[in-house]
Nanobody
């Protein structure tokens, strides 16, 4: 079983919304809870980039292009991280992954987000 299990992607029109979920299935609670977690994305022919982070104290940071549109959250009891994405744009099209920040271990399969009319 992979360390991170991402879900919630799909095809959505510009301006639409999606909510991504990630379960850190193989992280133990004592490791997950103090970890800063992040959502990353990789568009075709581009490098993977970090788009949102959330600390153990729930402080958040966002890459400039998603500020005001994306919201990251976490549920320590479920060892899960979420990404609410609103006002989606075609340039948000990518495979989205979660991982620790900095990243470590095996990456999950990711979840495909396609924004297109």
């Amino acid at each position: 079983q992979r360390q991170f299990l991402e879900s919630g992607g799909g095809l959505v029109q510009p301006g639409g919304s999606l909510r991504l979920s990630c379960r850190a299935s193989r992280m133990i609670t004592s490791t997950f809870n103090p970890a800063t977690m992040g959502w990353y994305r990789q568009a075709p022919e581009k490098q993977r980039e970090l788009v949102a982070t959330i600390s153990s104290g729930r402080s958040t940071n966002y890459e400039d292009s998603v500020k005001g549109r994306f919201a990251i959250s976490r549920d320590n009891a479920r060892k899960s991280v979420y990404l609410q994405m609103d006002s989606l744009k075609p340039e948000d099209t990518a495979v989205y992954y979660c991982n620790t920040v900095p990243s470590g271990g095996e990456w999950g399969q990711g979840t495909q987000v396609t924004v297109s009319s």
